[in-house]
């Protein structure tokens, strides 16, 4: 069992599992993980139905330190984003894409991230440390307190690849979908991952129906070693396999995401070699605008394509039968992409 020094570390079974070392009634966890994520209180004195011996210990020996809002900015398209300061002093970003029917949080699984693919910003300073289940669902439930409105989707599409922390990740997610706690269901829950292929096919032997997504940018094998440097050990033909098991196992239908980028993966071989990955595969194709603020400061040259390059592409994919569709990239003029709040602060 983990060491129990922050509440948060633990996933719904390492929690009761705590507990009942520390000889309390099962019940006990249910009444601790309502307090924690259903009531979403941020100290332990608020918990009015468990023991004052209970919570001393729980305070001194597990204690519950809420993220600290360090700056927002609203774009003006609506969307929010925010700048968290954990326990340790680590800096993580939530992104919250509000409309009228439902509430979308785009929120992180580690601080920074090891991958260093060539047009992220989040990848330049390389990995602090993974977060823990509930650094994740905090993420939730700041947005939720701020907006006064529950969260309907959650998307694990922020700073770090999540199946690089693949337990805490659907520990997380677990305590989302519980319908005594967050409540979101499983469908509504997705992970976007660069494609790492074991945990794909880990991923497709989970009994819940969670969603995925695969960041894949390219289809040219030179192209993607250039822009996810770090994935070159696992080729395409493998990451293919992998969403071909996962289709079979799960009857589920991942998105691929591409980010265009002018005359890097949007050239007629670029657009033939998705068509081929994307053919017979059960999946949907995600046509994403290159936010130009990624950039790292010593960039590669990327630019955005142009607009009419996705209306073609998408014709192109839809016409052989693949489901495409173009998205909308929101929070641009606040830094939206993963790890540049942070850089505009601290950089
Ligand atoms: S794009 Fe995602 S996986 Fe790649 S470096 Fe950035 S955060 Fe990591």
């Not at 979308?104 to 440390?129: D, E, H, I, K, Y």
């Not at 070699?273 to 995600?286: E, I, K, M, P």
Request: glycine share 8%.
């Amino acid at each position: 069992m983990a060491d129990p020094s922050r509440i948060k570390q633990f996933s719904v079974e390492g929690l009761r599992s705590l507990l009942l070392d520390w000889g309390e009634p099962a019940f006990r966890a249910n009444q601790l993980l309502h307090w924690l994520y259903a009531a979403a209180v941020d100290s332990y004195q608020e918990m009015s139905d468990l023991p004052l011996s209970l919570r001393l210990r729980l305070e001194k020996e597990a204690p519950l330190i809420a993220p600290q809002v360090l700056d927002k900015k609203l774009s003006a398209d609506g969307s929010l984003k925010y700048l968290l300061g954990l326990w340790d002093g680590s800096l993580i970003e939530t992104v919250a894409i509000p409309s009228r029917s439902r509430l979308t949080v785009c929120f992180s699984t580690q601080v920074g991230c090891a991958l260093g693919c060539a047009f992220c910003t989040t990848g330049l300073g390389g990995l602090v440390r993974s977060l823990d289940p509930g650094e994740m669902v905090d993420q939730l439930l700041v947005v939720s307190k701020d907006l006064g409105r529950r969260v309907d989707n959650a998307v694990a599409m922020g700073e770090g690849e999540p199946f690089a922390n693949y337990e805490a990740s659907l520990s997380a997610l677990r305590i989302m979908n519980n319908p005594t706690l967050l409540g979101i269901g499983a469908r509504h829950l997705t992970v976007s991952t660069c494609g790492l292929v074991r945990q794909i096919e880990r991923f497709a032997q989970e009994p819940e129906q969670f969603t995925l997504a695969v960041s894949l940018h390219s289809a040219v094998q030179s192209t993607r070693d250039l822009l996810m440097p770090s994935l070159c050990n696992q080729p395409l033909g493998r990451l293919r396999d992998s969403l071909l098991l996962y289709a079979e196992k799960t009857g589920r239908r991942p998105s691929l995401e591409v980010t265009l980028m002018d005359s890097v993966n949007d050239t007629p071989e670029e657009v033939s070699a998705l068509l081929a990955f994307s053919r017979g595969l059960l999946c949907h194709v995600n046509l994403i605008p290159f936010n130009k603020g990624h950039l790292p400061d010593a960039g590669l040259g990327f630019r955005p394509s142009p607009p009419a390059r996705f209306n073609e592409i998408s014709a192109i994919l839809q016409r052989a039968g693949v489901a495409c569709s173009i998205r909308r990239s929101r929070g641009s003029d606040i830094q939206g992409a993963c790890g540049q709040l942070k850089g505009a602060l601290h950089g």
